[in-house]
């Protein structure tokens, strides 16, 4: 019903600064809210930030609070996670998710984008 594709990832040096983008199309009207999450090797797909499609409330995980920024362009059915000061703990493959309204979780997910950041 939705799809969503991620842009944006590469190579990055820690303290750079780096813009992901999210575009969704099909059933966009569906959507109540869209967030980004990581996965690094090993370990379990963290939440990062969230965005309400119509009323832009954002809401993020303190690990990120202060240098990530969540934003969305709803005339373009984009959304943009802003990540600045990066660091090596960074790196991780970044998705983002649409969850739809009356939906309790998130149902429909990007193929993910490689962001590694060097030391």
């Known amino acids: 019903q939705v799809q969503l594709v991620e842009s944006g990832g590469g190579l990055m040096q820690a303290g750079g600064s780096l813009r992901l983008s999210c575009a969704a199309s099909?059933?966009?009207?569906?959507?109540?809210?869209m967030g980004w999450f990581r996965q690094a090797p090993g370990k379990e797909r963290e939440f990062l930030a969230a965005?309400?499609?119509?009323?832009?409330?954002?809401s993020y995980a303190d690990s990120v609070k202060g240098r990530f920024t969540i934003s969305r362009d709803w005339a373009k059915n984009t959304v943009f996670l802003q990540m600045n000061s990066l660091e090596s703990e960074d790196t991780a493959v970044y998705y983002c998710?649409?969850?739809?309204?009356?939906?309790?979780?998130?149902?429909?997910w990007g193929q993910g984008t490689q962001v590694s950041v060097s030391s």
């Open positions: 998710a649409a969850r739809a309204m009356y939906a309790s979780s998130y149902g429909f």
């Open positions: 099909g059933r966009t009207f569906s959507i109540y809210a």
């Open positions: 965005i309400t499609w119509s009323g832009g409330s954002t």
